[in-house]
């Protein structure tokens, strides 16, 4: 066989090789909407208790748990909805151009406003970010956000789960943090 020959064969093969390790590394997850026939693609992550989901219209990442077996795009296609149906958790997506140019202190006073002032667990600020978390009985909330002040965007991601199952929420909404990189960050 001629060198030709060869360095075809070894470029078809390592070609195959790519493109079989590529889609062992996304996945998609079915769509929660019974009529729709949407699906989210999502990647492997480090963790492999975890989806990494990546937005490429603003351009961020975070981790979600596998146990989110559902999913749906955003109707503007700047976040997404995944679900837990076993324990009925909810993790949410989102990014947004900052328009108004809010202040980080005037989007957390309006997040806390619209969920109707609730007594907070948490309320973290940072100088373009904010963590705040409460409960409300049967169900917790953590929210937390980053204010790109250079590109006059924010990013965000949301769990909704059972209090009873706060130590387990715990654990997820931490390796969410650390995983969460927010739109104009470099990685």
Known sequence: MNMK????????IA????????AADTMTIKSSNRDSY?????Y????GDYYQYYNSMYGYVVDIPKSATQADMNEGGDGCYFQDPK??????????KNALNFSIDELCNMDIGVNGSPELTMNVRTKNSYAIAWTDGAK???????LNEKNQTYTAFSVV???EKKDKYDKIISHMTRSFV???VKM
């Open 38 to 42: 949407a699906e989210v693609l999502v």
């Open 87 to 96: 324990d009925d958790a909810l993790f949410m997506t989102y990014a947004a």
């Open 140 to 146: 917790s909330y953590y929210h937390e956000l980053f």
């Open 44 to 47: 492997k992550a480090k963790d």
């Open 15 to 22: 070609c195959v090789a790519g493109s079989t390790s590529f």
């Open 182 to 184: 927010p739109n104009g």
């Open 5 to 12: 020959k060869i360095a075809l064969v070894l470029a078809g």
């Open 161 to 163: 789960y059972p209090t």
